[in-house]
């Protein structure tokens, strides 16, 4: 299986602040096959990112993300409060797994 | 609305058996990719099964064997049958539709989850 590595673990922000979280895959995915979720607790993760670039329906523009290979990026610009949760990367191009999770808190 | 409701979760001993069900709304089950992902302490977010549209299924080593995926065209639902369940079994088990195109597969419609607890 292809594993996924996110970092950092956690970080603590502030409202207005740009972030990027990174996933390292241990081996190369290969063509689009990285997605990027978010999960607040108690709740189902959703997604917000398909095919390494791609927002999906309804996900505000302030969500981008980009990469390739092993090496893949999730930046949010000009966090909100609504953004603090947490956010997996997930390959889908051998199996599917997930990263361990960026917590992204304020700070 | 396009919805996805789990059940059948609870407390089960271990080497016990326990069926999930998903039942879909606004859109049809078979006709789509459907997926098990859980969530549990020890892993964090893990994929479990798939079924494809046209049957087939799929499933990660660690409960290739123990879990089966199924599916009832009549009632819209998607079934996770999971026997000799372990303690690292325990976690919250959500279902999702996958969304495979020639250049991506994502989970783009998630239940709210159902906890399943294996302990004695």
């Known amino acids: 299986d292809i594993q996924m590595t996110q970092s950092p673990s956690s970080l603590s922000t502030s409202v207005g602040d740009r972030v990027t979280i990174t996933c390292r895959a241990s081996q190369s995915v290969r063509g689009d096959y990285l997605n990027w979720y978010q999960q607040k607790p108690g709740k189902a993760p959703k997604l917000l990112i398909y095919a390494v670039s791609r927002l999906q329906s309804g996900v505000p523009s302030r969500f981008s993300a980009s990469g390739s290979g092993t090496d893949f990026t999730l930046t949010i610009s000009n966090l909100q409060p609504e953004d603090f949760a947490t956010y997996y990367c997930q390959q889908s191009d051998v199996a599917r797994t997930f990263g361990q999770g960026t917590k992204v808190e304020i700070k | 609305e396009v919805q996805l409701v789990e059940s059948g979760g609870g407390l089960i001993q271990p080497g016990g058996s326990l069926r999930l069900s998903c039942a879909a709304s606004g859109f049809t089950v078979s006709n789509n990719y459907m997926s098990w992902v859980r969530q549990t302490p020890g892993k964090g977010l893990e994929w479990v099964s798939i079924m494809y549209s046209g049957g087939n299924t799929y499933y990660a080593d660690s409960v290739k064997g123990r879990f089966t995926i199924s599916r009832d065209s009549s009632k819209n639902t998607l079934y996770l049958q999971m026997n000799s369940l372990k303690a690292e079994d325990t976690g919250v088990y959500y279902c999702?539709?996958?969304?495979?195109?020639?250049?991506?597969?994502?989970?783009?419609?998630w239940g709210q989850g159902t906890m399943v607890t294996v302990s004695s």
């Open positions: 999702a539709r996958t969304v495979v195109t020639a250049t991506s597969d994502a989970l783009d419609i």
